[in-house]
């Protein structure tokens, strides 16, 4: 009985990360134009963008999408960087969206971050749940 439990855990953390990763696979092949337009598309929905502020935005989430392809081919984590790269994006944003659409925007962005947060612990446990699994079955 404890076996079977153990392989049915096993199973699930496996289809659980074979998941994640083709998720994370896929991510990782969209161009910075796909990403881009991807952005625009959940920014419209999100704050309800008009046709003029589409245009402008999609330009913006451009610049963005190939200034973090090429920071990812530098390999460049330097935080200090990112975060000046943020000011940037947000003043451009600043000028296009309204004074409401920025602040839904950044409870949007903090939202997201605490989500994420949340969901690191998660991630921990469940490789270290494969981990032990593996332990286990060898």
Known sequence: M????????????SITSVSFAQEQQANK??????????MTKKMTVDLSLTKDQIAKVEAINL?????????????????????????????????????????????????KMEARKAQKPEIRETKAQTIQTEKITE
């Open 2 to 13: 404890k076996t079977l439990r153990i392989l049915i855990l096993g199973a699930l953390v």
């Open 29 to 38: 092949e969209l161009t910075p134009e796909m990403r881009a337009e991807r």
């Open 63 to 111: 610049e963005i999408a190939k200034k973090r392809e090429a920071m990812k081919a530098e390999s460049t984590q330097d935080k200090e960087a990112n975060k000046a790269f943020k000011a940037e994006m947000d003043a451009k944003f600043q000028t296009v969206l309204t004074p409401e659409q920025m602040t839904k925007m950044k409870e949007l962005e903090q939202a």
